[in-house]
T-cell receptor, first 116, second 114 residues
Framework: GAVVSQHPSWVICKSGTSVKIECRSLDFQATTMFWYRQFPKQSLMLMATSNEGSKATYEQGVEKDKFLINHASLTLSTLTVTSAHPEDSSFYIC????????????FGEGSRLTVL | AQSVTQLDSQVPVFEEAPVELRCNYSSSVSVYLFWYVQYPNQGLQLLLKYLSGSTLVKGINGFEAEFNKSQTSFHLRKPSVHISDTAEYFCAVSDLQGAQKLVFGQGTRLTINP
């Protein structure tokens, strides 16, 4: 199956700094990627839909200026958590859909962010 | 808009016993249905999916699920579980059109005891 890779897997940063998480589709081109956030022992909450070459579509309640999403190429989307605070600590997971494959999403390994 | 309800947050089962993880969904339109598994500190892996056709869907690792339109359910089953099946299981739906965003249920923690 298709492979989606995230980097870094773990990141610890100081409050007030910005952190960038990368999501790559390794063996296919993804015009659309999705970013999810998962709190401990909870479900995945969709944050935004990342569209190659255009602005991301954010879900209600997600701060656009806080979570910057860039989808500059067909194989790379990035999520930047700006001016991170402890409440931004979470597990962030990206996913992508392989063109022509109905419905199914392929997920990255996830990135655990801890803000001190 | 769609929603998914997983009725059990935790399911403890003895090894080699059968298991059923329940999932009900709500939608005003036709949907695709999925079950994903998540191991600790990892992303999600697809177990199986229902797009159309036969309502009984077989997936990886011996899992299967049955789509019941009248009951709006998509329960996951396995006749005999193994220790390695210990994980978090998520039911999800997406609509057939547009971005086909996945909406997840709350998850069910399956714990297999020896």
């Amino acid at each position: 199956g298709a492979v989606v890779s995230q980097h870094p897997s773990w990141v610890i940063c100081k409050s007030g700094t910005s952190v960038k998480i990368e999501c790559r589709s390794l063996d296919f081109q993804a015009t659309t990627m999705f970013w999810y956030r998962q709190f401990p022992k909870q479900s995945l909450m969709l944050m935004a839909t990342s569209n190659e070459g255009s602005k991301a579509t954010y879900e209600q309640g997600v701060e656009k200026d806080k979570f910057l999403i860039n989808h500059a190429s067909l194989t790379l989307s990035t999520l930047t958590v700006t001016s991170a605070h402890p409440e931004d600590s979470s597990f962030y997971i990206c996913s992508a859909r392989e063109p022509g494959l109905v419905g199914e999403l392929f997920f990255g390994e996830g990135s655990r962010l801890t803000v001190l | 808009a769609q929603s998914v309800t997983q009725l059990d947050s935790q399911v403890p089962v003895f090894e080699e016993a059968p298991v059923e993880l329940r999932c009900n969904y709500s939608s005003s339109v036709s949907v695709y249905l999925f079950w994903y598994v998540q191991y600790p500190n990892q992303g999600l892996q697809l177990l199986l999916k229902y797009l159309s056709g036969s309502t009984l869907v077989k997936g990886i690792n011996g899992f299967e699920a049955e789509f019941n339109k009248s009951q709006t359910s998509f329960h996951l089953r396995k006749p005999s579980v193994h220790i390695s099946d210990t994980a978090e299981y998520f039911c999800a739906v997406s609509d057939l059109q547009g971005a086909q965003k996945l909406v997840f249920g709350q998850g069910t923690r399956l714990t297999i005891n020896p």
